[in-house]
């Protein structure tokens, strides 16, 4: 898809082409919600438009597939879970909040780094945490209360995806062995089995709902989420993950804009002033691992 570029300068492009539809994505969402395609059928069906892409790119790579077969099942659980409470939680939520609570996603990616890699954490390191947390701790503050917890599900759903995509690139970035291609047709098929999972456990049907949003949103994931996974699969194992990190921040520029133009929601001052805590610890995150 990149070929032709530097390898550095392609791997960003990507990244940041992926944040841009990621910052949209939130809006066809949410309008196949309006035509009765609820989050979990919205995620399935969507997924599921992958399949044709999927067939293809898995030719003369299914051998591939056994060569870290423990970490690609735990790639398939992480992404399946990142795309998943994503959607629902931009679905319930207020859109900045979540993409501000998801993108705490590299202050867990440091501490996975350090718990499972092994890897030194630095003084500086110690303070980029501290910034960050302060930022989700001032953002989770609750008025009534006082104390800074998760206020609804779509802040769980929130966090609970941005700690699901900081392990998932942190495989991404270590199965080097196993093609970017391969990588993503297991995201892809974690998100379409978890999906029905959750869809069968809570006992939600999946024919009974409007023909038309079925085909926009088969037609969203065989396009959007094709190009999107295969941009942030590519990128960040090309990339050191704090520094893709980073580059995705790009995602909360793009959201912010489209949420403020498309919607009215508001955003209160605490949560501005957390976000860009947030922001702040993301970037020198980044910065750490140049």
């Given at each position: 898809m990149w070929a032709g570029l530097n390898t550095r300068v392609s791997a960003i492009i990507a990244l940041l082409l992926a944040a841009a539809m990621w910052g949209v994505v939130w809006y066809p969402l949410r309008l196949l919600e309006e035509s009765g395609l609820g989050g979990l059928q919205s995620s399935l069906i969507m997924y599921a438009g992958t399949v044709f892409t999927a067939v293809y790119l898995l030719r003369g790579r299914w051998q591939e597939l056994s060569?870290?077969?423990l970490s690609l099942l735990l790639l398939a659980i992480a992404v399946g879970w990142t795309n998943i409470a994503f959607i629902l939680a931009v679905l319930e939520g207020t859109v900045v909040r979540v993409l501000l609570l998801f993108y705490l996603s590299p202050v867990w990616a440091i501490l996975l780094a350090w718990g499972i890699l092994g890897e030194h954490i630095t003084l500086r390191t110690w303070g980029v945490l501290v910034l960050a947390m302060s930022?989700?701790?001032?953002?989770?503050?609750?008025p009534?209360?006082?104390l800074p917890y998760p206020q609804n599900n779509a802040d769980w759903l929130a966090l609970s995806s941005g700690?699901?995509?900081?392990?998932?690139?942190?495989i991404m970035r270590k199965t080097q062995a196993v093609s970017v291609y391969v990588k993503s047709v297991?995201?892809?098929?974690?998100?379409?089995?978890?999906?029905?999972?959750?869809?069968?456990?809570?006992?939600?049907?999946?024919?009974?709902?409007n023909l038309n949003a079925v085909f926009a949103a088969f037609v969203l994931g065989a396009t959007f989420i094709v190009f999107?996974?295969?941009?942030?699969?590519?990128?960040v194992s090309h990339l050191p993950v704090h520094q893709s990190a980073i580059i995705l921040l790009f995602e909360?520029?793009?959201?912010?804009?489209?949420?403020?133009?498309?919607?009215?929601?508001s955003i209160l001052i605490r949560e501005w002033i957390g976000g860009v805590l947030v922001i702040s610890a993301a970037y020198f995150s980044a910065r750490e691992s140049n």
């Open positions: 060569r870290a077969p930022g989700a701790l001032i953002m989770l503050w609750h009534e209360t006082g700690f699901a995509f900081a392990i998932s690139n942190v297991v995201g892809w098929s974690g998100v379409i089995l978890l999906a029905l999972v959750i869809l069968f456990f809570k006992q939600t049907s999946v024919m009974d709902i999107m996974t295969l941009s942030v699969a590519y990128g909360l520029v793009v959201g912010t804009v489209s949420a403020m133009l498309l919607t009215d929601e």
